[in-house]
């Protein structure tokens, strides 16, 4: 017989959501109970395996009583409270905010930006073509990942993924200061030389593509990565007996990428080298 926990009963909590009562379980963020009711709120540093970061500020909501916007990724729904999703001001402020992020990091690989960019009318090249930039290549020191700081927008979610969160590895943090501020390894060597297990759990909570995989980064520069294309395989990971769930990612017959259900019981989303890159051998044709 399986036995498939059900952990503690939560009681429910109502409190009004843009005018309609809501229903949530005690313990559920403001963002939760927006998804649960169909509500399109946009999110950049949120992650379902992660704490909340409350670093990007792309999904602030207005609650009454409060004097300023409060991210709905964080903020846990109290009985009674009235939360606002669409006002003039929240609006407004996630279009500042997507336009200081577009006019400073490449976001041509963040899903669904260009579709908010769009809905919040946001220009982000109204600061002029002086609005300070990166401009740094894409680091290319292994086989495996690449590290592209021109797409990082400093949402943590890489760091807490390989530190106490998951992996515990610790190889990666924040350097340096306000806008030299990026995500670096110790002494900002080459990955080579860093305490990296190259486990990609960073690459699979990343939002932005600045950590991505070697496969996808030169086919990406050859024009070939067509996720239009793309097949997408759950199965089980043979290497050990852990049981972990690889999602495999298929164009033109071969293994693109790997990754791994956020709600598999097993992971979470999380893999280790072998399960997330060693997949080489399934279509090794010599």
Not at 33 to 42: E, N, S
Not at 43 to 49: I, K, P
Not at 79 to 97: C, I, L, N, Q, Y
Not at 113 to 138: N, Q, T
Request: hydrophobic content about 35%; proline content about 5%; charged content about 25%.
């Amino acid at each position: 017989m399986t036995v498939t926990p059900l952990g503690i009963p939560r009681r429910m909590l109502e409190f009004t959501l843009d005018g309609e009562q809501a229903r949530v379980p005690e313990g559920s963020t403001v963002l939760d109970a927006c998804r649960a009711a169909g509500k399109d709120v946009p999110t950049l540093c949120e992650g379902d395996t992660l704490r909340p970061k409350n670093a990007c500020r792309v999904c602030v909501v207005e609650v009454e009583g409060a004097r300023t916007l409060v991210p709905a990724c964080s903020r846990e729904a109290e009985p009674g409270m009235e939360v606002r999703t669409d006002t003039e001001r929240a609006r407004h402020s996630r279009k500042v905010v997507l336009e200081l992020l577009a006019s400073s990091v490449d976001l041509s690989t963040t899903p669904k930006v260009a579709g908010w960019l769009k809905e919040y009318e946001a220009k982000p090249d109204r600061f002029g073509p002086d609005a300070a930039r990166l401009d740094e290549e894409p680091r290319v020191d292994n086989d495996l990942y690449v590290r592209d700081y021109d797409k990082c927008i400093l949402c943590y979610k890489c760091v807490d993924a390989c530190g106490d969160q998951w992996q515990n590895s610790f190889a990666i943090s924040v350097a340096g200061r306000g806008f030299d501020a990026r995500i670096a390894v110790e002494h900002d060597a080459p990955l080579t030389d860093s305490a990296c297990v190259y486990c990609g759990n960073c690459i699979e909570v990343c939002p932005t593509g600045a950590l991505s995989f070697k496969s996808e980064f030169d086919m990406r520069a050859a024009g070939t990565w067509d996720e239009a294309r793309q097949t997408e395989t759950t199965t089980v990971c043979a290497y050990c007996g852990v049981g972990c769930n690889l999602t495999l990612h298929v164009q033109d017959n071969e293994i693109v990428k790997v990754t791994s259900p956020h709600d598999n019981p097993v992971t979470h989303g999380n893999l280790c080298i072998k399960g997330r890159f060693g997949y080489q051998h399934v279509q090794n044709r010599d």
